[in-house]
């Protein structure tokens, strides 16, 4: 069956540290992965896009990488800021699908 | 600018009770318009999707159904609530196609509370 695993459910890191998100997933053969952040009680925002054709994609003090041979994403915060704190998602099509499958994400707490 | 607006915000329903939660959405043609579910403790679910007037996927067999009576109106509905489904409701809507890659903006969500 089809399976998206975000590593854990929670994750604190000191203030001024890189966090590190990993994504896995199996059965999908994905055109896009996509991470999302949500906030407590709103609805997630859309964060990156990467496509099944690249390594690496950097906005800001962001990083998402997509390995599609490991059927993994890592998503990197440089710098990490208590602002940072949320739940991040990542996400996932079937490619020709128009559906998305969200992973249960990840709760990250930057300390300061 | 495309918005996206859901109502109503939260809502206390008694079980048995019918349900309708509607989404609009501003600013863009043809929209893939999507109903998201998240429990407690849980991912987001999806729930429904559609791709265009009258035409509408399930993804999940419940008793929730839903409707797109216009373009950019998404409207989801219950005649007999469960408390099974009590949780957080988002409608979100992409464009897919021509560069643009299915990224979702969602609303700012239904909290359902079933008693």
């Known amino acids: 069956s089809q399976k998206i695993e975000q590593n854990s459910e929670a994750l604190n890191i000191q203030e001024g540290k890189t966090a590190t998100l990993t994504c896995n997933y199996t059965?999908?053969?994905?055109?896009?992965l996509q991470w999302y952040r949500q906030d407590p009680g709103r609805g997630p925002v859309f964060l990156l896009l990467?496509?099944?054709?690249?390594k690496e994609k950097r906005k800001e003090r962001l990083k998402v990488t997509f390995d599609t041979t490991l059927k993994q994403s890592l998503f990197h915060i440089t710098a990490s800021q208590p602002a940072d704190s949320a739940t991040y998602l990542c996400a996932l099509d079937e490619a020709g699908s128009y559906q998305l499958t969200f992973g249960k994400g990840t709760k990250l707490s930057v300390i300061p | 600018s495309q918005t996206i607006h859901q109502w109503p915000a939260t809502l206390v329903q008694p079980v048995g009770s019918p349900l309708s939660l509607e989404c609009t959405v501003e600013g863009t043609s043809n929209p893939n318009l999507y109903w998201y579910r998240q429990a407690a403790g849980r991912g987001l679910q999806l729930l429904f999707y559609s791709v265009g007037i009258g035409q509408i996927s399930s993804e999940v067999p419940q008793n929730l159904s839903a409707s797109r009576p216009q373009d950019r109106q998404f409207i989801l509905s219950s005649k007999k609530l469960l408390l099974s489904d009590s949780g957080f409701y988002l409608c979100?809507?992409?464009?897919w196609g021509g560069g643009d890659t299915g990224e979702l903006f969602f609303g700012e969500g239904s909290r359902l509370t079933v008693l």
């Open positions: 059965n999908y053969s994905p055109a896009y």
């Open positions: 990467i496509r099944e054709n690249e």
């Open positions: 979100a809507w992409s464009v």
